[in-house]
């Protein structure tokens, strides 16, 4: 068996016992840095990272929501992934996660909407395209004005904002989120008391 010196070269360490050393030392490299899955080194590629980020938020948020999935449909790669969201309110979406935040990128499952899908109006606003807008849920306006898209009376989104957590999303586009997440607090605090 070959052997290599320990890096202060005071005794040989055979190369299985060195490579175990070097994947110890890149492990807690990466504990240290964060989320273990953000880093994986040679243990496969980003997009599994992003697979495991999307699974943990769509665990943390289910009570919430009516529904939430890894798009099938969409890519997940290095740059990150995209999600189906379903709010309480019926409205349906696609977020993208990426090391940017969580946003809004459609406004059904499996959409992404861009400057390519829309028809621009001397008023500012803009419509949807005619195909895309068989594509998008009917319940949804489809005008928006500067990338701010108007879901009903008392909702517009930014296509452009990104939001550090699924909560300040969910705050922004769901009420039903709020009473869900007050009302789980009550629960947890309550159960404290006992």
Request: with cysteine; aromatic share 8%; proline share 3%.
């Amino acid at each position: 068996m070959s052997t290599s010196t320990s890096k202060d070269n005071s005794f040989p360490l055979p190369i299985d016992e060195k490579v175990l050393a070097n994947e110890e030392c890149n492990r807690r490299e990466r504990a240290i840095k964060g989320a273990e899955e953000r880093y994986l080194l040679n243990a496969g590629s980003d997009d599994e990272g992003w697979r495991s980020e999307a699974l943990a938020v769509i665990d943390d948020i289910k009570p919430f929501v009516s529904q939430m999935s890894i798009s099938n449909v969409l890519p997940c790669d290095t740059n990150g992934i995209y999600l189906n969201l379903e709010i309480k309110e019926s409205n349906k979406f696609t977020i993208e996660l990426s090391s940017a935040g969580f946003r809004v990128c459609g406004l059904d499952f499996d959409t992404i909407m861009n400057e390519n899908n829309v028809e621009n109006h001397q008023d500012g606003t803009i419509d949807l395209d005619k195909n895309d807008q068989q594509q998008q849920n009917k319940q949804h306006s489809s005008t928006y004005n500067s990338s701010v898209i108007k879901i009903n009376d008392d909702l517009s989104i930014s296509m452009q904002k990104y939001f550090e957590t699924p909560y300040s999303l969910l705050d922004s586009l769901s009420p039903s989120y709020r009473n869900s997440f007050s009302n789980e607090l009550v629960q947890r605090l309550a159960a404290l008391c006992k």
